[in-house]
Each structure stands twice: as structure tokens, then as C-alpha cells.
């Protein structure tokens, strides 16, 4: 079936960049997705690619996708202790009937 | 633009007792959904409404847990009776259903069950 992994944790110092990483099996996704859960939140959509794109940017965050591995990674620049949450790797597959959802990676900001 | 509600943000229970959760998607999303995220785990699909039909309840447990859509807008998720096991955040979340395949999920903060 289905899979999403992540890495748990990530620990970084404020102003440098945070990598953040993911590996999918479902040769059939479509489109995948970066969410960030804040301590007692819910998740919150940060930013999407289609599965045709290798890397979109938008602002700070900027992600790679590589098909042939399934690979998907974030990458947050300046990060901030603002950053300092829960960030879920996501997938939808053909039809975009069912999103799964990987682990997270917890994300430590150090100032 | 209002988000997604849910109530109750915290319930206290004891095992075999039953509770309902209640969600309120955001206005015009014509899919909804109820996730079950274990701490330390990413959220796992219970149930899928698109309208008031269910999509897909495959991961229900549905000798306890019951999900119904009134009127394709507000859902309720009971479980009936509770096991520990069942201690966890009920996430509900709801998206506009565009039939792209690109389907933006919005959460709602969640519903923290104790089951003791």
C-alpha cells in the first residue's frame, strides 16, 4: 500500500536553513504537500507541487521533487524560531480521493 | 473567512464509555474528513464524505466508531465503546472537492481524547 516517510527530527540554529525530507512509494501521486502542526493546532497547508514540476518556491520555502527516487524535500531559508513545529510530508494519488500523510518531522529552532 | 470548528478541544473518558465528536467544515467544502492522529504519528484517515456520502471508511473501525454527514454539511464521529487505544486527537478537515486531484485540506484544531 501506500507509504510516506520522514525523518523525526531536524535541529537547526535561527538564521540557518532547514532541510527537511520525505520518501513516498506511490508511483501514482500526484500531487504532494508540505503541512506544519503548531502545539495544539491542527495542520496547516504550507505549499504543494504537481508531480510534472521538479522544485517550486514560494517565499522562504522552496521544494524538490525528485520522481525517479520519490523523493520530496522542504527547504525553509532564514529559518526562524516562528519555524519550530511539526512539518507532515503529504501525497494524493490518482483521482486525489485519499491524502497520506508521513509521521512529521519535528523541527527545533535554536537562537 | 471561518475555519473549520470542532467541539469539544478536550474530552476525559473512561474505557467502555461512549463520546461524539462534532465538526462544522468550512462553508462550500463539499468534501469532508475525520482523521485520527496518535501522538507521535501523522494523521490517519477514518472516514471521507463528499457531500453527505461516504468515500472511503476502509481504516473505520466500525464495531465502535460510527460517522455520519447531516445534509452534506455538519459530520459527527461517535465511538461507542471506547477502548484505550482510542486515546488520540480526532482531526476533522474539510477541502472544496475541485475534482483536480489537487485537494488543499483544511484542519480544524482537533478534538484531544483520553480514554482511561
Known amino acids: 500500500g501506500e507509504d510516506v516517510e520522514q525523518s523525526l527530527f531536524l535541529s537547526v540554529r535561527e538564521g540557518d536553513s532547514s532541510v527537511i525530507n520525505c520518501t513516498y512509494t506511490d508511483s501514482s501521486s500526484t500531487y504532494l504537500y508540505w503541512y506544519k502542526q503548531e502545539p495544539g493546532a491542527g495542520l496547516q497547508l504550507l505549499t504543494y507541487?504537481?508531480?510534472?514540476?521538479d522544485m517550486k518556491q514560494d517565499q522562504r520555502l522552496t521544494v524538490l521533487l525528485n520522481k525517479k527516487d520519490k523523493h520530496l524535500s522542504l527547504r525553509i531559508a532564514d529559518t526562524q524560531t516562528g519555524d519550530s513545529a511539526i512539518y507532515f510530508c503529504a501525497e494524493t494519488s490518482t483521482g486525489g480521493f485519499k491524502t497520506i500523510f508521513g509521521a512529521g518531522t519535528r523541527l527545533f529552532v535554536k537562537a | 473567512e471561518a475555519g473549520v470548528a470542532q467541539s469539544p478541544r478536550y474530552k476525559i473518558i473512561e474505557k467502555r464509555q461512549s463520546v461524539a465528536f462534532w465538526c462544522n467544515p468550512i462553508s462550500g467544502h463539499a468534501t469532508l474528513y475525520w482523521y485520527q492522529q496518535i501522538l507521535g504519528q501523522g494523521p490517519k484517515l477514518l472516514i471521507q464524505?463528499?457531500?453527505?456520502?461516504?468515500?472511503?471508511d476502509s481504516q473505520l473501525p466500525k464495531d465502535r466508531f460510527s460517522a455520519e454527514r447531516l445534509k452534506g454539511v455538519d459530520s459527527t464521529l461517535k465511538i461507542q465503546p471506547a477502548k484505550l487505544e482510542d486515546s488520540a486527537v480526532y482531526l476533522c478537515a474539510s477541502s472544496l472537492d475541485t475534482g483536480g486531484g489537487n485537494e488543499k485540506l483544511f484542519f480544524g484544531s482537533g478534538t484531544q481524547l483520553s480514554v482511561l
Open positions: 464524505f463528499q457531500n453527505n456520502g461516504v468515500v472511503d
Open positions: 507541487i504537481f508531480s510534472n514540476m
